[in-house]
């Protein structure tokens, strides 16, 4: 069996993978990136990509009055029982610490979220603004050919492929019908687009985790570390103390025997494609299948497991043992079924949700992970332990082609193909 010898091995080329490598090799260390899957960026190239870090360098610059009391009262609120006084602290001086390392030694850049509150923005310690940053818009030639690695968006949150920023952005392209500037702009992003696909055959305007992701990955490529695709961690090595001290990954050309001199980070992602552990660990989902996610389907808990193997132990005591949004599932052209995460569409006005009773159950703008709680809650009071947890987005037209409701897109575009493929369901008002 060949064998590598490294500083460290990084299991997992997602945001936490790749932020570690690019910060090992900026310390002189040499690192590989170990992923299992034929494209690199996990869950995060998915993903909008946002970072929740109280007094972040960017908010700072821009005046917000943030302040590490005021952060921690806000944590302290949110996870009540669950509250870890070593970690909270812990995130609150390393978070804005790790946001000025990045942005004064390597590609990635942060734009500040100036209209995103916090989750409880209301909450004591809560913020209409100020804690949320995203990775600033990335242009992915910079990559060469390594951009034919990089894990496109979920193509249901794009357009046709196009990537689309949140915020003002998003403005334009509700706007479009509306406002000669927004056709200006909307026409000009979609001209770039247009040039990009006949080029090279995929959006190079990286928007949110995509470009998040790209920024890693380049500033990784530039510090010299590979990340190699398509091999997986096929076991942990550890010595006569039980101590890691490497691993055999599964290359493409035979297994490879990593011996590492500073320890294996795991950065694999969670488990939203174990339907074992999901079924473990959510008692509302009784076969472990009733939940979709959009996550990639090689997401599938591996890390978790390795970590086991070595003595690790997985954490049931907390409260909910995921992030939840509400899908649905728009048929894609080869026969089978999209995930569409509605983050934006059920907060808009007109837009009610209601279960099979025909109820509305929650306030639609709360977010995501409190609108499923709610809606898991409810279905349960209507239908008992085995109902499905289901609801459904209801809309009068003049919101719907305002503002789109889920995979269908606001006007001018065509949605009628979506009513007879049973995506959208249209009636009558009496």
Request: charge should be positive; glycine fraction near 12%; proline fraction near 7%.
């Amino acid at each position: 069996m060949k064998r590598e010898y490294v500083d460290v091995l990084v299991v997992g080329s997602g945001a936490g993978g790749l932020s570690t490598a690019v910060a090992a090799a900026h310390r002189g260390m040499k690192v590989i990136v170990a992923e299992k899957e034929p494209v690199f960026g996990g869950t995060t190239a998915r993903s909008g990509g946002w970072m929740w870090i109280p007094n972040n360098c960017p908010g700072v610059r821009a005046g917000i009055q943030d302040s590490v009391d005021k952060a921690r009262t806000y944590l302290k609120h949110e996870t009540g029982d669950h509250y870890d006084s070593a970690r909270v602290e812990a995130f609150l001086e390393a978070g804005p610490k790790a946001v000025d390392f990045f942005e004064k030694n390597t590609a990635l850049q942060f734009d500040l979220g100036t209209t995103f509150a916090d989750y409880h923005p209301t909450a004591p310690g809560g913020m209409d603004a100020g804690r949320s940053i995203v990775a600033r818009p990335f242009d992915g030639r910079e990559l060469g050919k390594e951009i034919k690695r990089l894990r496109p968006p979920l193509w249901e949150i794009t357009v046709l492929g196009m990537m689309i920023g949140s915020g003002k952005e998003l403005l334009h392209f509700f706007n479009v019908t509306r406002s000669p500037v927004s056709l200006f702009f909307v026409t000009g992003l979609v001209a770039k687009f247009a040039r990009d696909m006949v080029f090279h055959g995929r959006a190079m305007r990286l928007m949110n985790g995509n470009a998040l992701v790209a920024r890693l990955a380049k500033s990784a490529f530039d510090k010299g570390v590979p990340i190699w695709t398509s091999s997986p961690v096929k076991s942990l090595l550890r010595d006569e103390s039980g101590a890691v001290t490497g691993a055999i990954v599964n290359r493409p050309d035979g297994p490879v025997e990593i011996h590492t001199r500073k320890g294996v980070v795991l950065a694999a992602g969670g488990f939203p494609q174990d339907a074992i552990r999901r079924k473990d660990l959510m008692p509302h989902s009784p076969t472990g299948h009733e939940h979709v996610s959009p996550a990639p389907p090689g997401n599938t808990g591996d890390g978790l497991r390795l970590g086991e193997s070595a003595g690790g132990v997985v954490d049931t005591t907390l409260p909910h043992s995921a992030a939840w949004v509400p899908i649905s599932r728009p048929p894609r052209g080869d026969g089978t079924l999209g995930t569409f995460p509605h983050f934006v569409d059920r907060s808009k006005p007109g837009v009610i949700a209601i279960t099979r009773s025909g109820r509305r159950f929650v306030n639609e703008a709360q977010s995501y992970h409190d609108f499923c709680q709610a809606m898991v809650k409810r279905c349960q009071e209507e239908g008992g332990p085995d109902a499905e947890n289901a609801a459904w987005f209801v809309a009068d037209h003049r919101a719907f082609r305002r503002y789109g409701l889920g995979y269908a897109k606001p006007s001018p575009v065509p949605y009628k193909h979506l009513i007879k493929q049973g995506y959208l369901i249209r009636g009558r008002t009496p």
